[in-house]
Each structure stands twice: as C-alpha cells, then as structure tokens.
C-alpha cells in the first residue's frame, strides 16, 4: 500500500503520476461524452425531454451552476486584490503556477465549460452572435452574454498573469483588473436573476431576495474551491485562519438569505422554495462554527480535520448545484395556459435525457481538463515558447 501511494506521488515532467491519472481519466470522459454535445447542435433538441413548459432542462441547471461557481471565484479573487490586508501564500505545487493563478484557472475552465452547455443548449451556436448584432442592451440574454465574454477574458488574463496581475500586486493595472471583474460578476449574477425573473408573473417585481441569494450562492462556492486549494502543499498548514473564516463568513451569508426568502414567502403566504438550500448551509454552517471553536487554525488537526474539511467544501458546492436544479424547475412549474384554461394543463414533471446528462458530463470533464491543460501550458509550452526569443 505504501509503494502504491508512494508511486502516485512520483513526478514526471512536473507533476505527480495522480495528477496525469486524473488528467487522462478526465480527458478520455470528456471525448465520449463530447458527442452528446454534438448532436443536439447538428441535429437540434428533439431528443431532450424540453417541453413547452419545461424549456429550460438539465443544460441550463448547469450553465448557471457553473457560471456561478465561475462569477464567486473571480470575485473573491478580485476583493481579495483589493483589500490589501488580506494575502496569499505563494507557493508552487505546479511548477510556477501559485494558488491564486490556479483559481483563476478553475473559475477560467468553468466559464467556457458554461458557454459549451449553453451553446448546446442553443441548438445552433452561430445563434448566440444574434445576441450582440441585435444590440437590445435591455435584454437579459445580452448583459449575460456580454459579462460572461469579458469574465472569461478577465480570467484569461489574471490564470496567464498578462500585464503581471496578481493579488501580490497593489499596480494599478492589477487594480483595474479587480474592479471590473468585481463589476462583471456582478452584472453576470443580476443578468441570471432577470432570466430567472421572466419565468414568473410578476415580472422584474418579484423575488426580491433572488440577487442577493445569487450572489450569496457564488461567494459560498468561490470560496469552498479556495479552500480546497488551500489544502494542497505547500499551502496546507501555513495560514491558521485564511480562507476558513472567509468560508464561515460566506456560509453564514447564504444562510441568512435563504432565511430571509423564507420569511418573505411565509409572509405572503407562498411555499418557499429555498428549504433544502437553507438546511444544507445550516448544516455547513453548524461545522464551520463548531470547526472554528475547536480549533483556531486551519488544518492543525491533522489529516482528519483535513479530510473533513474538503468533504464539507465539496458538499457547499453540492448544495449550490442541487438549488440550481431545484430554482430552475420552481420557475418553470406554473401552467404555460392562462386562466381558466391553465385547468386543463396537466401538471407534467421533467427528467433529463440521456443526451443532456451527458452533455452534463462533458461539460463537468472539461472543467477538470482545461485546469490540467493550463498547468502543463504553465509547465511546459510558456517556458519552452519563452525560451525561443
């Protein structure tokens, strides 16, 4: 058992044998399931389970998950360039590549794996630049697909350090870079919340909570990834509080939002539809606490504590996909009818096809390999490109 864990640490060209295992596993997933993605895009979406009242499927329940999980990055990333008291630990477990560039190129993969299952989700990608020649700046559709442009640039730049972006940087382009993303984050997570927002009746009026719930949501996961990072060395151990207070705090966010939804719903007398959101952050939310009153620092308690602690980041990020699913179908359950023919319209339910799970799944692979690409082009194809000039 020893030789075996001692093999998987082994190096080749830079990284761990686990590391390629992981790399070439994923990358194999992704290249069967690729074809999913294919199909609808030649052969439209007649195979799905979309309906007219359920047009929004499995696709767009993980657009906006992983758009989300993109957005909260980047923003964390971006405060945390703009509050100078806070740092990171520079270190290197890829070669020259620091926790900070590897984040960044998380929230990188995440974004154009989100753009894959909208553009499956399409039918036709060549759609999408419709969007931009139409120039309707009112419509949602535009603003999300202009923020998710430039967040994808934005994150490019900062995974590549062009223009020496870094949270180590107090430049003025390093702040430039951190102000708009923060503001195209924001602008992606209030896009969402409109879409959101024409499914229902009221309109733009409705659902108060809804943005700061979105934005709760993104932050929740940006840094449930920082703190998976942080345990990987040699950062393990050397911070006692950072990001795990950040953490506790974000949690303690979601909570209270959700909290508040459900006030809002009882109050006008409406079924909230946030219950297990709220009961998944209130259990994360009882660990980070208790967590944080056991012990002040980060990963002191051993390999235990560390298991644990990635277990409960990976469940934050599970509660943030399993209330996009369940948003996505609240909005769309209502009769498409009006009244009173909405009386014959037979409440129907939705369950994915095989083709949107695995467009689901290539577009989870992807996340994992173009993180793994961007470490090897760090590794291997920037120095080596370097070294020709």
Not at 305 to 310: P, S
């Given at each position: 058992?020893?030789?075996?864990?001692?093999?998987?640490?082994?190096?080749?060209?830079?990284?761990?044998?686990?590391?390629w295992?992981?790399?070439?596993?994923?990358?194999?997933?992704?290249?069967?399931?690729?074809?999913?993605?294919?199909?609808?895009?030649?052969?439209?979406?007649?195979?799905?389970?979309?309906?007219?009242?359920?047009?929004?499927?499995?696709?767009?329940?993980?657009?906006?998950?992983?758009?989300?999980?993109?957005?909260?990055?980047?923003?964390?990333?971006?405060?945390?360039?703009?509050?100078?008291?806070?740092?990171?630990?520079?270190?290197n477990?890829?070669?020259?590549?620091?926790?900070?560039?590897?984040?960044?190129?998380?929230?990188?993969?995440?974004?154009?794996?989100?753009?894959?299952?909208?553009?499956?989700?399409?039918?036709?990608p060549?759609?999408a630049?419709?969007?931009?020649?139409?120039?309707?700046?009112?419509?949602?559709l535009?603003?999300?697909?202009?923020?998710?442009?430039?967040?994808?640039?934005?994150?490019?730049?900062?995974?590549?350090?062009?223009?020496?972006v870094?949270?180590?940087?107090?430049?003025?382009?390093?702040?430039?870079?951190?102000?708009?993303?923060?503001?195209?984050?924001?602008?992606?997570?209030?896009?969402?919340?409109?879409?959101?927002?024409?499914?229902?009746a009221?309109?733009f009026g409705?659902?108060?909570?809804?943005?700061?719930?979105?934005?709760?949501?993104?932050?929740?996961?940006?840094?449930?990834?920082?703190?998976?990072?942080?345990?990987?060395?040699?950062?393990?151990?050397?911070s006692?509080?950072?990001?795990?207070?950040?953490f506790?705090?974000?949690?303690?966010?979601?909570f209270?939002?959700?909290?508040?939804?459900?006030?809002?719903?009882?109050?006008?007398k409406?079924?909230?539809?946030?219950?297990?959101?709220?009961?998944?952050?209130?259990?994360?939310?009882?660990?980070?606490?208790?967590?944080?009153?056991?012990?002040?620092?980060?990963?002191?308690?051993?390999?235990?504590?560390?298991i644990?602690?990635?277990?409960?980041?990976?469940?934050?990020?599970?509660?943030?996909?399993?209330?996009?699913?369940?948003?996505?179908?609240?909005?769309?359950k209502?009769?498409?009818?009006?009244?009173?023919?909405?009386?014959?319209?037979?409440?129907?339910?939705?369950?994915?096809?095989?083709?949107?799970?695995?467009?689901?799944?290539?577009?989870?692979?992807?996340?994992?390999?173009?993180?793994?690409?961007?470490?090897?082009?760090?590794?291997?194809?920037?120095?080596?490109?370097?070294?020709?000039?």
């Amino acid at each position: 058992m020893y030789d075996l864990a001692f093999m998987l640490m082994l190096p080749i060209f830079g990284m761990s044998v686990i590391h390629w295992i992981i790399f070439v596993l994923f990358a194999l997933i992704f290249i069967a399931s690729f074809l999913t993605v294919l199909y609808p895009m030649v052969f439209g979406l007649s195979k799905t389970n979309l309906s007219d009242r359920y047009n929004w499927g499995l696709n767009i329940q993980g657009f906006f998950f992983l758009s989300t999980v993109g957005c909260g990055i980047l923003a964390v990333l971006a405060i945390q360039t703009i509050t100078t008291s806070i740092s990171f630990i520079d270190g290197n477990p890829f070669g020259n590549l620091s926790e900070d560039r590897l984040a960044g190129a998380i929230a990188f993969a995440c974004l154009i794996s989100a753009q894959l299952l909208m553009a499956s989700d399409l039918g036709k990608p060549q759609r999408a630049f419709k969007i931009i020649v139409g120039r309707n700046f009112r419509s949602p559709l535009t603003l999300d697909f202009i923020s998710l442009l430039a967040l994808t640039v934005l994150s490019f730049i900062f995974m590549l350090g062009i223009g020496r972006v870094s949270v180590f940087s107090v430049s003025a382009f390093s702040t430039l870079w951190a102000y708009a993303t923060l503001f195209f984050a924001l602008l992606c997570i209030f896009a969402h919340v409109m879409l959101f927002s024409l499914k229902v009746a009221p309109g733009f009026g409705s659902k108060s909570f809804d943005a700061i719930s979105m934005i709760s949501s993104g932050l929740w996961s940006g840094t449930a990834v920082l703190m998976i990072l942080w345990a990987i060395p040699p950062w393990w151990g050397l911070s006692p509080g950072f990001p795990f207070n950040w953490f506790i705090l974000a949690t303690l966010f979601v909570f209270v939002t959700q909290l508040a939804i459900i006030l809002s719903s009882l109050f006008a007398k409406q079924k909230p539809h946030n219950l297990v959101l709220a009961g998944l952050s209130f259990v994360v939310l009882l660990y980070a606490v208790g967590r944080g009153l056991i012990q002040t620092g980060l990963w002191t308690g051993g390999v235990t504590f560390f298991i644990v602690d990635i277990a409960v980041c990976l469940f934050a990020l599970f509660a943030v996909f399993l209330d996009k699913i369940l948003s996505v179908i609240h909005y769309q359950k209502d009769a498409v009818l009006p009244a009173p023919y909405s009386m014959y319209d037979k409440a129907k339910s939705y369950k994915p096809s095989f083709l949107e799970i695995g467009n689901l799944v290539a577009a989870f692979s992807l996340v994992v390999c173009i993180t793994y690409a961007v470490v090897i082009f760090k590794l291997y194809v920037l120095p080596w490109l370097i070294s020709l000039f």
